[in-house]
């Protein structure tokens, strides 16, 4: 089955606070004083594999004076010569960059003079929680909710919906809801109703 998106509710907007950390919670807080202007740090490298939640704290910035660069990796020789020159431009015009990749700046393969820009500024990683944490984090906020929920209806989801942890949160309380609606218990087939209800 193809991987789902459970848009029972309008999820909240992406901030720093509904972003579950635990082992990045150094990253998220650098990444916090990085927004807010309370150092001189003039760019970012934050780095780490897809679905680790790089696009969900970029979306959680507000300064208007951070500018976004996604997926250096990606770039192209002309490309990289342009953020090389943009590195040095926000040194000088009082404004703040933040670049996303898959790699740290070592494995990264771009421009040496690039490179060594990147590794200037901070160099931050986020840590993907494996499906096994996943599962227990899911697992102990149904237990805060009060929700008995069996561990077959939470791998479930991890194979059939979307795997980012805000998604799965949203869809927890969604299911919440929604069981305290129709006065139902949480199981796969409420979840395939639930799927088929929104999709039509």
Request: with cysteine.
């Amino acid at each position: 089955m193809e991987q789902l998106t459970l848009d029972i509710l309008k999820p909240p907007p992406k901030s720093f606070d509904n972003f579950y950390s635990d082992k990045n919670e150094e990253t998220v807080t650098q990444l916090k004083i990085f927004d807010s202007e309370l150092n001189d740090i003039s760019h970012i490298y934050l780095w780490g594999e897809e679905g680790s939640g790089k696009s969900h704290l970029l979306s959680s910035f507000r300064n208007k004076n951070i500018l976004l660069q996604e997926d250096i990796q990606f770039l192209n020789e002309s490309e990289q010569i342009q953020l090389f020159n943009k590195i040095n431009e926000v040194r000088s015009n009082n404004k703040k960059l933040i670049m996303t990749g898959n790699l740290s700046p070592k494995e990264l393969n771009i421009r040496e003079d690039l490179r060594s820009r990147i590794q200037w500024g901070l160099v931050l990683r986020l840590v993907q929680l494996t499906d096994e944490e996943k599962k227990l984090v899911i697992y102990n906020q149904s237990i805060e909710r009060g929700l008995k929920i069996d561990k077959k209806v939470i791998d479930f989801c991890l194979t059939h919906l979307k795997r980012d942890m805000h998604t799965l949160l949203n869809t927890l309380e969604a299911l919440d809801n929604w069981s305290l609606k129709t006065k139902r218990a949480i199981t796969i087939p409420l979840i395939k109703e639930l799927i088929k209800t929104y999709q039509e």
